[in-house]
């Protein structure tokens, strides 16, 4: 059981930012980016502002290898709690690795090997003793590609109930509709709730499946390029949809789009290589980042 | 091409002419391969269909020839010889006259008893036997028959060189017929009477009525003497091997007549088959059947074969076997009796007479029948009737063959169907007509084929296959509902086994099991697949056959503790500390595996108590409907539905209320309580079955008969079990590809919503799965009802009607692969046998068909993904 495939996308070029260039104390920057692509050690750096916040997870020095390729070096980072998180970073860098690697979706894949530690709410993650399915239930996943099932509307929302075993009629109505809300599809699909699901557009199925993901009520909801296969009015919904899920909900959401994560996102974490560069409040990095190569991705100067 | 593209851009390669070709090519093949393929397909069916039709199409009396007849008296009997040349009329007074049938021209005239003539006369059917009875209480047994031999060249005259084959001329006392092969046959006409062997009634007193039959120890004489009494005699020939001469000894019985009613003597007397039953029939409808009870002839039975007052018997015959009769009454009825042996009988001997069938004309005319002419082979029978016409119908299909409303101008008097079934002879006052005949499957019939059919001697129609028998009397039997039956019930029961190990074994290793160890379990199980048929059937035969017979309760205790042990083994999962558990999880398919040997030797230990506690001790016997009540039936089969039931009541209707009271227990005491919750429904379950069996049973009702029977050691059990394993690798296959090829991102939308692998299967994956799911089940359904060597070694092959788990049955296919090598080409059985392919190809064609469509459904769903 593989995942699907992440389509690589082109890194939107007519971003508008006023560079922050000029005000980047450090000046190496190709040569940093060689020295970590070569391998050496390399010490990420965290805004102070992280250190404010209460964090809902904490990743410590966690490591990954596909097989014999590693994939994720070191990180270390804290997701503050009731906020919505970008990560960023050129493709290939394991933004989706390191999503997946919080609720475990990494076990699925049979090469996988971890080291380090991850935390939700002060439990370990990867502890011998931990239930993944409990684990699992306790995040909600939103994919790139949409993914809702071949059932009707209803029971796709539903679906996180059901697995609980939950049958009583009017809790799950009741959770339908608020889900729906939550991810503003309820006006669209209220009459047709008994419809399949596959009659929706590209834009209803990935609220869909956001619905999906808040109706089991989770703690932390993973989001994985939400928006990419989407047009711009469908993106402006599911971001402002993010943006109201703000405070509710902690958001861990990868992007490409630098417009999207300087919008929606309170924090952004820019990745490199496998490696966790530069994290700190979104306003911080776009305007002022402390490491020249984040000014460079921002900018489009490489990716 | 134009000069300029649109784009204003010329492309500058082209494709290669080679690769253009090829193409087209590979075009052309595959719509020559695929139409093909259709072709021969339809073909197949074609050539089939044109086997069969013949079977439906209707019989035909032909035109007539007829030639004058000087004498105008009604004869006793005419007989054909088999080549349709000469015929002889046995007149009232003993004289026979010998003529040529396509001139009428008399070949010679015998008048053996010129001073005596005789008082009554009895000829057999299908044998030269004859007899008459004289006025002086003498009987006069004898031979009739047409014989043939070959003329020696040197005698044959000159003038006959020059004919032509199959031309018939007359030659001394017979007539002579030039073979295709150029040899002269002639064809003679003998009396003999065997003086010797006259029998004598004592009184004596003339014999006014007697009818003959034929057993294999010799003749059997019913005599009906002036002076009323009835005198049976029976010949036992023995011969002796050294001297070669047959010595003949007489036996008999004999009873005053005393009818009821003060009747006049009987106008008939009919003697059946092996002389079981003398018939005494009066013209108005009355019968009196003499049998014998405890060695006494007597009178064991009377019937009203009229059932109306002013209608009175025409005519009366035996048809070929001599069991059935046919009545022939004045308002153009014919009807067919024949004793059967019903459970209840309410007669002194069991036997009671029955009106199986009533041959009605086709244009609903009423004349009197005058005469039956039965065929000495079949169950054909020729009919003349007052009003001239002659009509041919099959008496046991009921079926009118043919018929002639104006065959000859003035009443039948005799007709005769000829030895090879190819021509009626029909006798009026001034003519004798011959006339050809097609009827070659008169037998034949939809109804005959596909509905109950009342054979002779069965209580009731019924549907039966028995195409061949021991007796020149036997009719074949070409039912062909048991023989779908059986194939249902092998596919049913075969699909009962196979087809929940096929699917869980395919999502088992599409949904849970290591790529790398479904790399090697695929593949192992595809080369299953390949395993002959003939190979399992063998096994299926020799090896398991006689092993479960000596295991049947084991097998059935293991139906249930299996299931039980697997259960029970996931609740004593959950006992297990949760760390343990978790960190054993990948090993949980083997503790599962360990489940299975758990619930095998608890079948063991449980099988000999069960036999004891529910069948008496002994299944055989109890199956057998010997000894034990009803009770341990319905126990078994029972016992899983109300335990789906109880289940289901549980886990639906129950949890609402007990999942408040447990959601705050631990996770151990929490699965304490699933475990007892699980052996409370375990025993609550066998209560109630208890119950329920108790009730059944006291109401009257058995399984015996219906699920259960009597024990063969080949059955559905043994055949469903083998055919199961033989169709579970090519469900398997399909059912695997279709569940793998479900997108991972269905998978990992469930996973990550926190489903369990299971659940995911079950609610996304093989929903989703369903067409392929669906195909797979088809084509294992197919394969199932086409195979042939399982069946044919395992089933027994008895083409019986019993769902019994515990008999045998004969499928369309393992009937073919029997029968077709002896059937006679072209003849009805060969032709049936055409249509038993025929209907098994329509089976497995609208199982395909049916599977084609709804996968299309299905996949119409499934495309949007
Ligand atoms: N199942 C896998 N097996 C082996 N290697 C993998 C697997 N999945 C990802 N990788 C590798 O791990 C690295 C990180 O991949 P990941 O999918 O996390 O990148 P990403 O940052 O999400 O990129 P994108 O922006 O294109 O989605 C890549 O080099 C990729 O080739
Ligand atoms: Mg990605």
Known sequence: MGTPAMTVKAVPREITMQAPVARCADQGSISRLASIAAGEPFETDTHDAIGTEDAVLEVRDFKLWYGEKQALFDIAMNIPRGRVTALIGPSGCGKSTLLRSVNRMNDLIDSVRIDGQML??????????????????????????????????????????????????????????????????????????????????????????????????????????????????????????????????????????????????????????????????TEDIFLNPHLRETADYITGRFG | MPDKSFTGVERRRTTRLSVRIIDRVARVLITVGGIGTILAVLMIMVFLIWVVVPLFTGGEIGEGATIPRSNAEAPLRMGVDEYRIMGFLLLRNGQIRVYRLDTGETIETLTPFADTPPSSAAMARSSPEVAFGFPDGSMVPGRMEFSSRFLDKAHVPAEFHDMKPGEPRRFESGMVQ????????????????????????????????????????????????????????????????????????????????????????????????????????????????????????????????????????????????????????????????????????????????????????????????????????????????????????????????????????????????????????????????????????????????????????????????????????????????????????????????????????????????????????????????????????????????????????????????????????????????????????????????????????????????????????????????????AFGGFAFLLFPMVGVAMLILTTRGLDFKLIPMTSHLDRVPLAVFDLCRFLVTLLLTLILTALLAFILTRAGLDTRGAVFGTYSQRNALVVGFVMGFAIIPIIFTIAEDALSAVPDHLRSASLGAGATPWQTAIRIVVPTAMSGLFSAVMIGLGRAVGETMIVLMAAGNTPIMDWSIFSGFRTLSANLAVELPEAVRDSTHYRTLFLAALTLFAMTFVVNSVAEVVRARFRRKAVQL
């Open chain 1, 120 to 281: 939700l709410s002060g439990e370990s993650v990867y502890g011998p003793e931990v239930d993944v399915i409990e684990l699992r239930k306790r995040m909600g996943m939103v994919f790139q590609k949409s993914n809702p099932f071949p059932m009707s509307i209803f029971e796709n929302v539903v679906y996180p109930l059901r697995i609980d075993g939950i049958r009583d009629r009017s809790v799950l109505e009741e959770v339908c509709e608020r889900s729906l809300r939550g991810s503003a599809l309820w006006e669209e699909v209220k009459d047709r709730l008994k419809d399949s699901a596959l009659g929706l557009s590209g834009g209803q199925q990935q609220r869909l499946c956001i619905a999906r993901a808040i109706a089991a009520e989770p703690e932390v909801l993973l989001m994985d390029e939400p928006c990419s296969a989407l047009d711009p009015m469908a993106t402006g919904r599911i971001e402002d949809l993010i943006h109201e899920l703000r405070g509710a909900y902690t958001v861990l959401m990868v992007t490409h789009n630098m417009q999207q994560a300087s919008r929606t996102s309170d924090y952004t974490a820019f990745m490199y290589l496998g490696r966790l560069i530069e994290y700190g409040a």
């Open chain 2, 178 to 629: 030039k073979t295709p092969e150029g040899q002269y046959r002639i064809q003679t006409f003998a009396l003999t009477l065997e003086e010797d062997r006259t029998a004598r009634v004592e009184p004596p007193s003339p014999i006014v009525r007697m009818d003959l039959t034929i057993k294999p120890t010799g003749p059997v004489y019913a005599l009906l003497t002036e002076d009323s009494r009835i005198l049976i005699r029976e010949a036992t020939e023995k011969r002796n091997l050294l001297t070669g001469r047959t010595r003949v000894t007489w036996s008999g019985d004999e009873i005053a007549l005393n009818p009821p009613g003060d009747r006049p003597l009987p106008d008939r007397v009919l003697l059946s088959d092996g002389g079981r039953f003398v018939y005494l029939v009066w013209r108005d409808g009355f019968l009196a059947r003499l049998g014998r009870v405890e060695g006494e002839l007597q009178i064991v039975e009377t019937v009203d074969l009229l059932r109306d007052d002013d209608a009175e018997i025409t005519a009366l015959s035996f048809i070929t076997g001599k069991s059935t009769f046919l009545v022939g009454d004045s308002r153009g009825r014919v009807r067919a009796w024949f004793p059967v042996r019903p459970e209840r009988s309410g007669t002194l001997d069991g036997t009671v007479l029955t009106n199986a069938h009533e041959l009605l004309t086709e244009d609903g005319s009423v004349s009197p029948v005058t005469a039956f002419g039965p065929s000495s082979r079949a169950r054909l029978v020729s009919v003349g009737y007052a009003d001239g016409s002659v009509r041919l119908f099959h008496v046991t299909s009921g079926k009118l063959v043919a018929a002639r409303p104006t065959a000859l101008a003035q009443p039948v008097q005799t007709i005769v169907i000829t030895p090879k079934e190819d021509g009626i002879v029909a006798v009026s006052r001034r003519e004798i007509a011959t006339f050809a005949v097609l009827a070659e499957h008169p037998d034949v019939s939809i109804v005959s084929l596909f509905g109950k059919v009342w054979y002779e001697g069965y209580p009731e129609p019924e549907n039966v296959w028995q195409s061949t028998g021991g007796t020149d009397a036997f009719e074949p039997k070409l039912g062909l509902v048991p023989l779908i039956f059986g194939t249902v019930k092998a596919t049913l029961y075969s699909m009962l086994f196979g087809l929940p190990i096929a699917l869980l074994a395919a999502i088992f290793a599409s949904e849970f099991l290591d790529p790398r160890a479904k790399s090697m379990v695929k593949p192992t199980i595809e080369i299953m697949a390949s395993l002959p048929s003939v190979v399992l059937g063998f096994l299926a035969a020799l090896v398991i056959a006689p092993f479960v017979e000596d295991i049947v309760p084991h097998c059935l205790t293991a139906f249930f503790t299996i299931p039980i042990s697997l259960m029970l083994g996931a609740y004593v999962w959950q006992l297990l500390p949760r760390p343990f558990a978790i960190r054993m999880g990948r090993f949980r398919i083997f503790f599962m595996f360990l489940c299975f040997p758990i619930g095998l030797r608890a079948a063991a230990m449980l099988g000999p108590v069960i036999e004891s506690a529910l069948f008496a001790g002994d299944i055989r016997m109890w199956l057998d409907g010997q000894r034990g009540s």
